[in-house]
T-cell receptor, first 111, second 115 residues
Framework: QKEVEQNSGPLSVPEGAIASLNCTYSDRGSQSFFWYRQYSGKSPELIMSIYSNGDKEDGRFTAQLNKASQYVSLLIRDSQPSDSATYLCAVGSGTASKLTFGTGTRLQVTL | GAGVSQSPSNKVTEKGKDVELRCDPISGHTALYWYRQSLGQGLEFLIYFQGNSAPDKSGLPSDRFSAERTGGSVSTLTIQRTQQEDSAVYLC?????????????FGPGTRLLVL
């Protein structure tokens, strides 16, 4: 079983719709959770971090965390073509240490 | 301010040669990480530095890989006797001092191609 699992996609959504990206993790001791966006040929760029159960909103992005279900998600409202990228879920222990990444979900926002 | 920088941006080498990859973290960031990303794959952790020491080297794939960090700043990842399977993008990240959120910020990466 992979430590951090994501559906590889592609997830295709029309412009203006809500994109929902999901991630599950296996280590119950995980404390920190991150979503990175990676455009083709570029390095990962931090979108959101979340540490507590519930929702965290930042502009068009909402991260949701449910530690009991070992589940973290990212919602993108009013999706734009520029949101088309691979979204990486990363999980950490809550201290300065390595992050464990999923393989990413490729999002395609269509006109 | 300046982000994480890495050099070279691209490196083509012949099998069996040694390569050195450099990372310059964000100023003031005490933690530094090396990852690699093979084509179509997720990020694979290699090594983590806190200051000049490396508490976690568990991701280094073989003894051909080594890394050092000097002055709590610049880090060098060295791959000896490169193999074709070493071809990947090598990413460096840094994060703020302990006690702050440990968000990792990535550099642009070094694309290594071993022929």
């Amino acid at each position: 079983q992979k430590e951090v699992e994501q559906n590889s996609g592609p997830l295709s959504v029309p412009e203006g719709a809500i994109a929902s990206l999901n991630c599950t993790y296996s280590d119950r001791g995980s404390q920190s959770f991150f979503w990175y966006r990676q455009y083709s040929g570029k390095s990962p760029e931090l979108i959101m971090s979340i540490y507590s159960n519930g929702d965290k909103e930042d502009g068009r992005f909402t991260a949701q965390l449910n530690k009991a279900s070992q589940y973290v998600s990212l919602l993108i409202r009013d999706s734009q073509p520029s949101d088309s990228a691979t979204y990486l879920c990363a999980v950490g222990s809550g201290t300065a240490s390595k992050l464990t990444f999923g393989t990413g979900t490729r999002l395609q926002v269509t006109l | 301010g300046a982000g994480v920088s890495q050099s070279p941006s691209n490196k083509v080498t012949e099998k069996g040669k040694d390569v050195e990859l450099r990372c310059d973290p964000i100023s003031g960031h005490t933690a530094l990480y090396w990852y690699r990303q093979s084509l179509g794959q997720g990020l694979e952790f290699l090594i983590y530095f806190q200051g000049n020491s490396a508490p976690d080297k568990s991701g280094l794939p073989s003894d051909r890989f080594s890394a050092e960090r000097t002055g709590g700043s610049v880090s060098t990842l060295t791959i000896q006797r490169t193999q074709q399977e070493d071809s990947a993008v090598y990413l460096c990240a840094s994060s703020p001092p302990a006690g702050q959120q440990e968000t990792q910020y990535f550099g642009p990466g070094t694309r290594l191609l071993v022929l």
